[in-house]
């Protein structure tokens, strides 16, 4: 639906479960999984970046929209940039009820 703001570029969800040690003492080594999503990136604009900390922004702070799932933590791929999900800026509900498809916008920093 909403393919047409979509990124240009492949977007990649990298997931990472990490290590363990399993009830038999055993080391399980992390494992890696990735899988490609839709979102649309964009920068901040004048005002959301006045309610980031500066040391963010001057990493290189965007933000994703995505009917995907993300943590905080998750690490994204957007051509041959890596960015980490910061935090969960919003949900725009509204859209969903006309497209069926919400989107939450993302803080990704790199």
Do not use: C
Not at 91 to 97: A, E, P, R, S
């Amino acid at each position: 639906m909403f393919d047409i703001f979509d990124h240009d570029t492949t977007v990649t969800l990298i997931s990472i479960t990490p290590g363990y040690t399993d009830t038999n003492g055993d080391w399980i080594p992390e494992v890696t999984d990735t899988s490609t999503i839709d979102g649309h990136v964009t920068d901040l604009t004048y005002e959301e970046r006045q309610f980031v900390p500066t040391g963010i922004v001057e990493k290189g702070a965007r933000k994703l929209a995505t009917s995907a799932n993300l943590d905080v933590g998750d690490r994204i791929q957007i051509g041959s940039e890596e960015y980490t999900v910061y935090e969960q800026m919003h949900t725009n509900y509204l859209i969903g009820q006309y497209t069926g498809e919400t989107r939450t916008t993302y803080l990704i920093t790199k």
